[in-house]
C-alpha cells in the first residue's frame, strides 16, 4: 500500500475541553476543522497514523523515531492527568524506516531517547482522532536541525517504507504556525509571524510543496513558527504525487496561528518532485555564482575541492592580486548549503605569510574540521556558497555604543577566553545580540567582566 492522506493540524492544548474549561470555544472554527480530519482518518481505517511532531526527542543532527513496543502519556502537566493515552508503536514499520535512512545515510533511528511519554504535539492530535477511531498503531517522529531537505528526505523515506511493509497509512503533521501574531498574546508580535502565516496556508493551499524551501531559516525564526519542519516532512511523503489539497481553517485569535489543512495523493505527477528541482536549481545557481566571484573566492573554493576530492593542500596559484600575495591578514571563510552554514573557521590575526595562504589554510579547516559539522563530501560541492571576510585592524572600545552591527565585529574578551562575531550576519539585528552570541562562543558566562573590540572586514563574495 502506500500513504492514504496527509493531514497539516495544530496542538494548542487549550482544544481539549479538560484543560480550556471553556477557553477552547476561541478556537471553536480550529475545532470544528479538526473534527472534520478526525472523521476523514476514521474513514480512511488506516492500520498505522505516523505523528511528526516538534515536542517529541528533538536532536540538532538526527531525527528520533519512537523506539519499543509502545508508549503512555497523560495531559497531567496541563492539569489534566485523567485525560490519558496508551499506544502501540508499529515496530515493522519503524524498522524499515531505520534501515532505509542508514542506507541514505540520513542521520535517523531509535536512538536517544530521553522521554518515553508521549508529547502534547503527538496526543493532541490522537485526542480528536481517538473519538472517533479507536484502531489502528502509530509512529511517532521527531523534527531535527538538519536543513529543510534532510526532513523533505525522511518523509521520501517514510512513504518507501510504508510501501514496502504494504501498511495502510496516514501522516499527521502536528505543529502550529506562528507564534507572534497578536500583542497580546504569549509571545508578543513580530511583522513575520503574520507574513509566515499568510504564506503558509497559501503554499499548503495550493499544495505547492516546492515553495516550502523558500521559507528563510532567520524569517521562520523571527516568526517563532514551530510546524514548518514537520509538513516538509510531509510533503516529502508526497513527493512525485499529484495532491488534492483543501484548507480547512486558520486562526489566530490567541496570538498562534492554527492552520488545518487536507491532503490526498491523486497519482503520479512527474512535475512534483520538489526536491530534486530544488537541489538542480540550487546547483545551478551556485555554480552561476562560483563563475562570478572574485579571485579571493575562487581561490577558496578551489582549496575546498582539492581538499575535499584528494585530501591535498592547494599550492598558492598563479596570477592572483598583488595584495593576497604581499599583505598579512586574518581571514574567515564561510560555506553555506541549502542557505544553512556548513562551516565557518578563521584567524583573527595572521597565522600565514599572504592573505592568499590564510585563505587556502582557512578554506580546508572549514570544510573538515568545523566541530560544529560533518567533513564536506564529494556530491556536495556543487551546492555550496563560499565567502571570504579579510579582517581589518582591532581596536579596543569602551562601550557597545561605538558598535555598529553592519559595520563591525566584535571580539569579547575575559581573561585567555576570546569570542568573535563577524559582522552582517543574517539574523543578528542587534549590538546586544552579537555581543551575546560573541560571548557565548568564546564560553564567557554572563557574570564575567569583559573587553570589547572592534574590527571591519572586506567580505568577497
Not at 512513504?159 to 500583542?183: F, M, N, P
Not at 502565516?197 to 513558527?225: N, P, Q, Y
Not at 486562526?251 to 491523486?266: A, E, K
Request: charged share 25%.
Amino acid at each position: 500500500m502506500s500513504i492514504l492522506a496527509t493531514f497539516m493540524v495544530p496542538h494548542p492544548p487549550m482544544i481539549v475541553p479538560e484543560i480550556g474549561k471553556g477557553s477552547e470555544r476561541q478556537v471553536s472554527e480550529t475545532t470544528r476543522a479538526y473534527e472534520q480530519v478526525a472523521d476523514e482518518v476514521a474513514a480512511l481505517r488506516p492500520e498505522v497514523m505516523i505523528i511528526t511532531s516538534p515536542h517529541s526527542v528533538m536532536y540538532a543532527d538526527y531525527f528520533h523515531i519512537s523506539p519499543g513496543s509502545g508508549a503512555t502519556g497523560s495531559f497531567r502537566q496541563f492539569r489534566a492527568p485523567g485525560v490519558s493515552f496508551t499506544e502501540q508503536y508499529d515496530m515493522p514499520l519503524v524498522r524499515r524506516i531505520c534501515d532505509l535512512a542508514e542506507a541514505a545515510d540520513l542521520p535517523a533511528g531509535t536512538l536517544g531517547e530521553r522521554d518515553a511519554s508521549l508529547d502534547h504535539g503527538t496526543m493532541v492530535p490522537l485526542w480528536f482522532i481517538r473519538q472517533k477511531y479507536k484502531e489502528g498503531k502509530i509512529v511517532r517522529i521527531g523534527l531535527s536541525g538538519l536543513p529543510l531537505t534532510d526532513h523533505y528526505r525522511l518523509g521520501q523515506i517514510i512513504a518507501k517504507a510504508v510501501e514496502d511493509t504494504g501498511r495502510r497509512a496516514v501522516i499527521i503533521a502536528s505543529g502550529d504556525l506562528s507564534h507572534k501574531l497578536q500583542e497580546y498574546g504569549p509571545y508578543g508580535f513580530a511583522k513575520e509571524g503574520p507574513e509566515y502565516d499568510r504564506r503558509i496556508m497559501d503554499v499548503c493551499g495550493r499544495a505547492a510543496f516546492g515553495e516550502l524551501f523558500d521559507f528563510d531559516e532567520t524569517f521562520c525564526d523571527k516568526a517563532a513558527e514551530c510546524g514548518h519542519r514537520s509538513f516538509v516532512i510531509m510533503a516529502g511523503a508526497l513527493d512525485g504525487l499529484g495532491v488534492k489539497a483543501t484548507a480547512l481553517s486558520h486562526q489566530d485569535v490567541t496570538g498562534v496561528g492554527y492552520g488545518v489543512c487536507t491532503f490526498y495523493p491523486q497519482g503520479t505527477d512527474p512535475e512534483r518532485h520538489f526536491l530534486k528541482m530544488y537541489q538542480e536549481e540550487t546547483e545551478r545557481e551556485c555554480l552561476e555564482k562560483a563563475a562570478q566571484s572574485d579571485a579571493y573566492v575562487r581561490l577558496a573554493r578551489a582549496s575546498v575541492e582539492l581538499w575535499v576530492l584528494r585530501r591535498k593542500k592547494l599550492s598558492v596559484p598563479e596570477g592572483l592580486p598583488t595584495e593576497m600575495l604581499t599583505r598579512q591578514a586574518g581571514t574567515f571563510v564561510s560555506i553555506h548549503k541549502n542557505g544553512q552554514l556548513r562551516g565557518c573557521i578563521g584567524t583573527i590575526a595572521a597565522t600565514q605569510d599572504s592573505i592568499a595562504e590564510e585563505i587556502i589554510s582557512n578554506a580546508i579547516s572549514a570544510c573538515s574540521r568545523d566541530p560544529r559539522f560533518s567533513p564536506i563530501t564529494e556530491g556536495e560541492l556543487k551546492s555550496l556558497e563560499i565567502s571570504v571576510d579579510v579582517l581589518g585592524e582591532t581596536e579596543p572600545i569602551d562601550s557597545p555604543a561605538e558598535l555598529d552591527v553592519k559595520r563591525y565585529g566584535v571580539i569579547v574578551s575575559c581573561g585567555r577566553k576570546r569570542g568573535l562575531l563577524l559582522p552582517n550576519l543574517d539574523g543578528v539585528d542587534t549590538v546586544e545580540e552579537q555581543i551575546s552570541i560573541a560571548r557565548r562562543k568564546g564560553g564567557i558566562r554572563e557574570d564575567e567582566p569583559y573587553r570589547l573590540e572592534r574590527f571591519e572586514v572586506v567580505r568577497h563574495y
